[in-house]
Structure formats: C-alpha cells, structure tokens
C-alpha cells in the first residue's frame, strides 16, 4: 500500500522551517519538521521519509555531519540549505552525500521545484523505491492529495473523509486536470449509467465534497465551477 511522500525539514531557523513546510503541504507532501539533527535523525528512525530538506549551519552536530550520518544507512534525496554562497561550500556539501544545493536567502517554489525534480531522478533509478509507489498511485495538485490505493484525502495537509462516490467524483476532475466535465459527463462516468433525465445529483454530491474541503473559506477553489458547462480542477 502506497503513501503520501513525507519530507523531513531540518533546519534550526523556525520562520525559514515554517515557510518551507507551508509551500510543501501546499504540493500535497506530508511534512516533518526538526530544529537540530540529533532531533532530524530520530523522526529518519520512526517514520519513512522520503526526501530530506536540511540546513549546514545548525548548533551541535552541523548539516555536513548528519549527511554522512544518513549516507551511512538511506540513499533517499538530501538537499542542503545554507547561507554560504561559495563554491568551495558546495563542494562540501555535495561531497559529504547530498544531491543538490540550495542557497539561503531562496525563492520557495524554486526549491519546491527543486524538491519535484530531485523524486523525479530518485525514482528513475529505484523503479522499485517506496517514493515511486507513493509518486505513482498518488495524484497531488493544488494542496490536494489523492491516494488511489487507500482512499486517502488530504486538502492542504488535512485528510478529509469521504464517501465512495465523493472520492470518484474527486477522482475523476484531478486526474483530468484543465479539463471540464458536465454533470451528465460525471454522473455516467462514477455511476456508470446513462442520464435519462435531468437531476441534480452530481451537484448535491459536489455540494457535500466543498463542503467536506472548506472550499468556502478559500479564495482560490480547488474545484472550479464552469458556469452553464461543468466542473474541472486547474493544474
């Protein structure tokens, strides 16, 4: 059974960890925070993660350290953040067993992106891994998680309990991004029957799901309605 892709943040700074962690769970990631590597190390103990965010310059054991330490043991994605711009520091960085290198003060979704292309190469070369099951039964879009295998929904982090049909419905509109779907269009495909009449029972299903998504307390929806045609979700 697949999961949702946790990434762990090690960083001692709360505001840059507190930042990072909103645009993550914003992509759909589970996230894990630690303010020292002794701390980072036990939650890489008790919990699968699959991608780790941490900081050289950190009080105690140093960024550098804890990145053998995971070497030793893990070959999951190691980015480092630091404050130190210099060649000589990326070097280091990269030498001690870290994929890639980001420098402080940086854009969020460039390390977003950064964070996608580092699982993207991970899962190329371990078609096996546990982030490639998680990457591929998982659809993630606009702070919305969708777990094939278990049922499992998050919307910006939190999981949110659906019914069969609510989950298909959802289903359906994020795995077809940017495309727009009539309520007879849902209703034959999650019913798997033709429309013979015109009832309103998609829209009292949709109704319940935003309801269940706090989508009215949202200014940018997840699910769009397209006035007069249908509903969709956007990349």
């Known amino acids: 059974m697949s999961e949702t892709i946790s990434i762990l943040v090690v960083d001692d700074e709360k505001e840059i960890a507190d930042l990072v962690e909103i645009y993550l769970v914003s992509d759909g990631y589970k996230v894990y925070k630690a303010n020292n590597a002794e701390e980072g190390l036990g939650v890489l103990e008790k919990n699968q993660i699959h991608l780790v965010l941490l900081d050289i310059m950190m009080p105690g054991m140093d960024g550098l350290q804890m990145c053998k330490k995971i070497r030793e043991t893990n070959n999951i994605p190691i980015i480092m ?22 420098t402080k003060p940086f854009n969020p979704l460039e390390l977003t992106a950064r964070v996608k292309s580092q699982l993207r190469r991970y899962t190329q070369l371990n078609p096996n891994s546990a982030v490639n099951e998680a990457v591929k039964n998982e ?97």
Do not use: C
Not at 148 to 173: A, M, Q, R, S
């Open 81 to 102: 953040l630091s404050a130190k711009s210099t060649d000589l520091d990326k070097i280091l960085g990269l030498g001690t067993g870290a994929d890639d290198y980001v």
């Open 139 to 235: 659809i993630a879009i606009r702070g919305l998680t969708i777990n094939k295998d278990n049922h499992k929904v998050t919307v910006y982090g939190e999981e949110i309990k659906l019914t069969p049909i609510e989950f298909d419905i959802l289903y359906l509109l994020a795995s077809n991004p940017g495309r727009v779907f009539s309520t007879d269009e849902i209703f034959e495909k999650v019913w798997n029957e033709k429309v013979y009449e015109a009832n309103n029972t998609v829209m009292v299903h949709i109704r319940r799901l935003r309801g269940k998504m706090k989508e009215d307390t949202r200014q940018n929806k997840i699910i769009t309605t397209v006035w007069g045609v249908g509903y969709k979700i956007e990349k």
